[in-house]
């Protein structure tokens, strides 16, 4: 029934989208002629860009789970990071969870603590992409304006944001010090939520030892440097001389577009870009059709940033032996180890 509900959403709100997109675009055509006259050169390098975010994020895995055991085999990080992404385009996304749970099996080692450590892995994302954001709106912002008065209000919109969510990051960064300086308050919690908590817990603990806490902030911004690299190669295939700094822009909206719980971020991603090029940067763009231009840019960007991603991810699916059911299977046991106080800490 909760997965029901969950695909129910999730195709909903892609419908919703794919109808304002559709109704957004005046001339589906010249869409269709701009995704497919890209500079092969720059979808190559993008490419490139795509698959070396992968080994960046196969290698921070591995040391978030450095606590738990060293030295895990770099092919199982690799192959189960694609594994994540090609799981995450079905509804409800459980990529994470299924992932973690064969690689514990693969490695001996708790699988609360591989879940944990990839439910931390989103946490760090959020966190890096905040950093990197609010230093563009702090510093290179006034390069780009916006070109329209839906652009003001959608920049005036994340400023707003913006500050609040550094607020938040905040607080929540003096809350885990309090945490991790005395937990002893976590006694008083129920036992269900306390063997949630602290696997995340331990997990901030172990960035503190050795040099964990400096490998996990190079990886992830090095994460993020090689998937801005990858948008910016996606504009420069379509767009002669888009600068690099848009790129960060780009890389900032559009992770809002793939948050949105589509199948494999579709739709959103697109209409954020759109978004984006029509109301900051059309400049770039063709002054009779930037809409019809727009969507030809995101969908041909999409197709090369997911497609080889889930078909690579398809090929270690099916070595892996992993069906749609045994997903499923390993989603339901990933519920029990994860309520487990004694295998909940790190080891």
């Given at each position: 029934m909760r997965k029901g509900i969950q695909l129910s959403i999730s195709l909903g709100l892609t419908v919703l989208i794919g109808y304002l997109i559709y109704r957004g675009v005046p001339d589906w055509g010249q869409a269709w002629d701009v995704m497919l006259n890209a500079r092969a050169r720059y979808l190559i390098l993008a490419f490139a860009f795509v698959m070396l975010h992968m080994v960046f994020r196969s290698l921070r895995w591995g040391v978030l789970l450095s606590p738990v055991k060293r030295k895990i085999s770099l092919r199982n990080l690799f192959s189960l990071t694609l594994v994540k992404y090609t799981i995450n385009v079905?509804?409800?996304?459980?990529?994470?969870?299924?992932?973690?749970?064969?690689?514990a099996k693969k490695e001996k080692i708790s699988s609360a603590s591989v879940i944990a450590a990839s439910l931390l892995e989103r946490i760090l994302d959020i966190m890096t992409v905040m950093v990197i954001f609010g230093f563009y709106?702090?510093?290179l912002a006034h390069r780009y304006p916006p070109d329209s008065e839906r652009g003001?209000?959608?920049?005036?919109?994340?400023?707003?944001?913006?500050?609040?969510?550094?607020?938040?990051l905040?607080?929540?960064?003096?809350?885990?010090?309090?945490?991790?300086?005395?937990?002893?308050?976590?006694e008083i919690l129920p036992a269900k939520l306390r063997s949630i908590l602290l696997p995340f817990l331990e997990g901030f603990?172990?960035?503190?030892?050795?040099?964990?806490?400096?490998?996990?902030?190079?990886?992830?911004?090095?994460?993020?440097?090689?998937?801005?690299?990858?948008?910016?190669c996606l504009m420069n295939a379509y767009l002669q001389g888009f600068p690099f700094v848009g790129a960060v822009f780009l890389m900032?909206?559009?992770?809002?577009?793939?948050?949105?719980p589509t199948p494999g971020g579709v739709g959103g991603f697109q209409f954020f870009m759109?978004?984006?090029l029509v109301n900051f940067f059309s400049a770039f763009l063709s002054s009779q059709d930037p809409h019809s231009q727009a969507a030809g840019i995101s969908n041909g960007s999409y197709l090369v940033s997911m497609v080889p991603v889930i078909l690579i991810g398809l090929y270690f699916l099916n070595r892996e032996g992993l069906s749609l059911s045994r997903i499923s299977e390993f989603a339901h046991q990933a519920e029990m180890p994860v309520r487990k106080p004694e295998e909940s800490a790190v080891r």
């Amino acid at each position: 029934m909760r997965k029901g509900i969950q695909l129910s959403i999730s195709l909903g709100l892609t419908v919703l989208i794919g109808y304002l997109i559709y109704r957004g675009v005046p001339d589906w055509g010249q869409a269709w002629d701009v995704m497919l006259n890209a500079r092969a050169r720059y979808l190559i390098l993008a490419f490139a860009f795509v698959m070396l975010h992968m080994v960046f994020r196969s290698l921070r895995w591995g040391v978030l789970l450095s606590p738990v055991k060293r030295k895990i085999s770099l092919r199982n990080l690799f192959s189960l990071t694609l594994v994540k992404y090609t799981i995450n385009v079905i509804p409800p996304r459980a990529g994470e969870v299924v992932a973690s749970v064969v690689l514990a099996k693969k490695e001996k080692i708790s699988s609360a603590s591989v879940i944990a450590a990839s439910l931390l892995e989103r946490i760090l994302d959020i966190m890096t992409v905040m950093v990197i954001f609010g230093f563009y709106i702090s510093f290179l912002a006034h390069r780009y304006p916006p070109d329209s008065e839906r652009g003001k209000d959608i920049l005036l919109a994340i400023q707003a944001y913006s500050t609040k969510g550094f607020v938040v990051l905040c607080l929540g960064f003096l809350f885990l010090g309090l945490v991790l300086k005395n937990s002893h308050w976590l006694e008083i919690l129920p036992a269900k939520l306390r063997s949630i908590l602290l696997p995340f817990l331990e997990g901030f603990r172990a960035l503190q030892q050795g040099g964990a806490l400096l490998w996990t902030v190079a990886f992830s911004l090095a994460i993020w440097t090689a998937i801005t690299l990858q948008l910016w190669c996606l504009m420069n295939a379509y767009l002669q001389g888009f600068p690099f700094v848009g790129a960060v822009f780009l890389m900032a909206v559009t992770v809002v577009g793939v948050a949105i719980p589509t199948p494999g971020g579709v739709g959103g991603f697109q209409f954020f870009m759109d978004l984006t090029l029509v109301n900051f940067f059309s400049a770039f763009l063709s002054s009779q059709d930037p809409h019809s231009q727009a969507a030809g840019i995101s969908n041909g960007s999409y197709l090369v940033s997911m497609v080889p991603v889930i078909l690579i991810g398809l090929y270690f699916l099916n070595r892996e032996g992993l069906s749609l059911s045994r997903i499923s299977e390993f989603a339901h046991q990933a519920e029990m180890p994860v309520r487990k106080p004694e295998e909940s800490a790190v080891r």
